[in-house]
């Protein structure tokens, strides 16, 4: 008779399995995983069916979590805001995005190192960044002031795209390198461009 399956096991299977492909890559067997977590590798497939399952799991899981967590965080700001400046209200949020949230995504190094790694088969790494950048040029677009001159949103939405995607694949390298660039300096340089579209610094985050 199998036994019952608990939340604790499935999030230790999780956790030591993003940690292994992290360090590892996802060419980590099932054996190793079971070994490293010190449990009969059938007790993996309790939970997962498969590897490829195993790591698309990691990856939603981590990315929906992030993602809640982002737009909880937005919501706030909105419902704090209600009778204030439209304008204003969108410069908070691009706050909020560039100076809580990037760091927050840029500190899973782990979750980012999965993402590039499986960014052709079931990442769907495209659709992820798009939802950044579409974000963000609606919220630049919002927060230019009238009369200015306007940037093209399809080329912003390109420039933020390039810009999200080398700044995760230069996280990655420089967790396996001597690359001397932190997620602070990536950051601090978004929050550069960001402003320089503005034309105008963005407000500080409580």
Known sequence: ??????????????DTAKR??????????????????GIPVGSIYTYFDSKQVLVETIIEEGWNEYRLWLEEGIAS????SQNADKRL??????????????????SDVELIMLLLAEAGTTARLEEKLQYFSSMITKLVSECQVSGTA?????????????????????????????????????????????????????????
């Open 150 to 206: 306007e940037n093209d949103p399809r080329q912003y939405n390109t420039g933020i795209t390039v810009l999200l995607l080398g700044a995760l694949e230069t996280l990655r390298l420089s967790s396996k390198t001597d690359l001397k660039l932190s997620a602070d300096d990536i950051q601090a340089f978004f929050r550069l461009i960001v402003e320089n579209a503005l034309g105008q610094g963005l407000p500080d985050t409580d």
């Open 20 to 37: 292994l492909f992290a360090l590892e890559g996802v060419g980590v067997s099932m054996n190793e995983m079971a070994e490293a977590i």
């Open 89 to 106: 209200t969108a410069l908070k949020i691009l706050s909020f995005f560039v100076n809580k949230a990037l760091p927050k995504l840029f």
């Open 1 to 14: 008779m199998p036994r019952p399956k608990t939340e604790e096991k499935r999030k230790l299977i999780l």
């Open 77 to 80: 700001i909105q419902l704090g």
